[in-house]
């Protein structure tokens, strides 16, 4: 009953994801449009089954509608050089630590996707296997998964706090961006 129950959440996660998400381009959306598009040059192929991911929101390649205009979503994209896409200037980040060995029955990773195409142009938004990257969560100081921090240039570390909420939901998580400046486009 409960993997029944499991599973019914995430096919509704994938659901509400679509259905929102729908890849059509949205008016302002086009990340190469912002400034700072640099990090490219730190982007490898796309890559859905590696440890530390950057999610882009950007045309998804061959695919365009009944106009010829592309469509977009989000993409995952190998980090060839974590260190300097992490250190480039003008950039801000993201860091959604997870586990692979957890299954996402919350649709949490459906919800940062959601992020990641809100935000495009203001935040990457990076993921991360915590057992990949113990380096990071040291830093971060990271006691429980999932978690978030924003960081980057020009911006002290901010983290969500997961373990020190009795509860949270990813409506929280969208507040405390919208707290530190990052609020979703048209919320």
Same mark, same amino acid.
């Given at each position: ?9 995430? &096919?509704? #996660?994938? #659901?509400?994801?679509?259905?929102s998400?729908?890849? $059509? ?5 086009? =990340? ?17 089954d ?8 950007? =045309? *998804?390649?061959?695919?365009?509608d009944?106009?010829? %205009?592309?469509?977009?979503?989000? %993409?995952?994209?190998?980090?060839? +050089?974590?260190? $300097?896409?992490? #250190?480039?200037? +003008? *950039?801000?980040f ?9 299954? !996402? ?13 809100? /935000? #495009?142009?203001?935040? /990457? @938004? &990076?993921?991360? !296997?915590?057992?990949? *990257?113990?380096d990071?969560?040291? $830093? ?5 998964? =999932?978690?978030?921090?924003l960081?980057?240039?020009? &911006?002290q570390?901010? @983290? ?13 998580? *969208?507040?405390?961006l ?6 979703? $486009?048209?919320?």
């Amino acid at each position: 009953m409960i993997k029944r129950f499991s599973a019914i959440l995430v &096919i509704a #996660a994938l #659901a509400l994801c679509c259905t929102s998400c729908n890849g $059509k381009k949205q008016s302002g959306s086009d =990340p190469s449009a912002s400034s700072g598009t640099g990090y490219y040059e730190y982007l490898g192929e796309y890559a859905y089954d590696l440890p530390v991911t950057c999610m882009v929101y950007e =045309p *998804v390649e061959g695919e365009t509608d009944e106009n010829g %205009q592309p469509f977009y979503g989000v %993409q995952y994209r190998e980090i060839k +050089d974590l260190d $300097k896409l992490l #250190a480039s200037s +003008d *950039v801000k980040f993201l860091l959604y630590f997870h586990s692979s060995a957890n299954s !996402d029955v919350a649709g949490i990773t459906a919800a940062v996707e959601e992020i990641a195409e809100g /935000l #495009a142009g203001k935040i /990457l @938004v &990076i993921s991360l !296997d915590a057992s990949e *990257v113990n380096d990071l969560v040291s $830093k971060y100081e990271i006691t429980m998964i =999932p978690e978030f921090v924003l960081c980057g240039s020009g &911006i002290q570390a901010q @983290v969500f706090g997961a373990a020190s909420r009795e509860k949270w939901t990813m409506q929280d998580v *969208v507040d405390w961006l919208a707290s530190n400046g990052y609020s979703l $486009k048209g919320g």
